[in-house]
């Protein structure tokens, strides 16, 4: 298959890694440095064994100049979605299936979705609808990544996972149908793409261990693993996660709050910042509206309280926008 990775950072250079590995002909989209290095040198990822894959893919920053491909993914974050998409229109228009990787929740996340019989508002995700407008819904799919991987230096990706596990969802059971037709060409012995029914309940299962590290390693700079063993710390992010699975449970996700003393054990967490803190760190925009702000949204809807989350987005906005990582108040 023909397949084009949008954004060959570190999920998306590692997918882009797994896909060639299959034999299947892949291009990313890249700049600056990082571009230069993978035209010059090829796309390099490092194993946790030590082991370093060299692949040969076509890298470029000018989408439009790409043939018809059979699936694209896409592992920009959320503020950068729909100008990148825009900037590929021409090969939606195939029905090629379009994989959003990111975290929080998904531009479609209430497309055949009601929760006490009315559909949950959205608009948050999606302002103006140029993503529904870009991507027909039976072309729509989503992705939640079990999968640590960095940029070490320019063309070379880090895994640092021993397995990596990608769920994948779509928006409808066409798109599910299609998607389902692909999965066996994808596996690889690195890479596991696994396809659900609903990917609501697991993109939830994820945004609550976000919710828990995200906001207080902003605010902090923490890593996660900090903000979950800190003793004055962890109350906090036990509250956000708690809050949070409140409002899961409201949107029919019940039991998501149940392994809340797992994920607080001692000695949990990542010994490195969450992907928002590292963005604060580099002054790029944030995904706070499609991890935060969308769960007030959900949590008013639904009438739950959520107060240490509404103190704490607060604070995370004021602090993004010190950095230029969210716009201005009133703009």
């Known amino acids: 298959m023909r397949i084009l990775v949008l954004g060959a950072g570190a999920v998306g250079g590692f ?5 060639h ?3 299947h002909d892949v291009s990313v989209l890249a700049r600056g440095p ?17 082991h370093v894959s060299t692949c040969a893919v076509t890298a ?38 379009v994989i959003a990787a990111m975290n929080g929740v998904f531009w479609w996340y209430g497309s055949g979705f009601k929760v006490g019989g009315q559909t949950p508002e959205c608009a948050r995700l999606d302002p103006g609808g140029t993503l529904a407008d870009l991507v027909p819904v039976d072309q729509a799919v989503s992705m939640v990544i079990h999968s640590t991987n960095q940029v070490v230096e320019p063309g070379l990706i880090e895994n640092r996972s021993a397995r990596n596990r990608f769920v994948i969802g779509a928006a409808t059971a066409a798109g599910a149908d299609r998607i389902r037709a692909m999965l066996p060409s994808l596996q690889t012995d690195t890479a596991r793409f696994e396809l659900e029914e609903d990917l609501r309940r697991p993109m939830w299962h994820k945004l609550l261990r976000n919710l828990s590290t995200a906001p207080a390693s902003v ?8 903000v979950l063993n800190d003793p004055d710390a962890q109350p906090i992010a036990r509250a956000l996660f708690l809050e949070g699975a409140a409002v899961a449970q409201a949107h ?71 950095v230029g990582g969210y716009p201005p108040a009133g703009g």
């Open 15 to 19: 997918l882009a890694g797994a896909f």
């Open 219 to 226: 605010l902090t700079g923490g890593m996660a693993y900090e």
């Open 21 to 23: 590995e299959k034999g």
């Open 60 to 97: 470029t920053d000018t989408p439009g100049d790409l043939e018809p491909q059979d699936l694209i993914v896409t592992t920009v974050k959320a503020p950068a979605l729909a100008e990148v998409l825009s900037s590929c229109k021409h090969l939606l228009q195939r029905g090629t299936p």
């Open 34 to 50: 990082h571009l230069a290095a993978i035209k010059s040198g090829g796309l390099r990822v490092r194993r946790p064994d030590g």
């Open 252 to 322: 029919g996700f019940a039991g998501l709050g149940d392994d809340v003393d797992s994920v607080f054990a001692p000695g949990s967490g990542a010994r490195q910042k969450p992907s928002m803190s590292q963005d604060v760190d580099l002054g790029r925009p944030m995904e706070i509206d499609t991890m935060l702000r969308i769960v007030q949204d959900f949590a008013r809807q639904a009438g739950v309280p959520t107060p240490t989350l509404d103190v704490v987005v607060g604070l995370v906005i004021l602090r993004a926008r010190l």
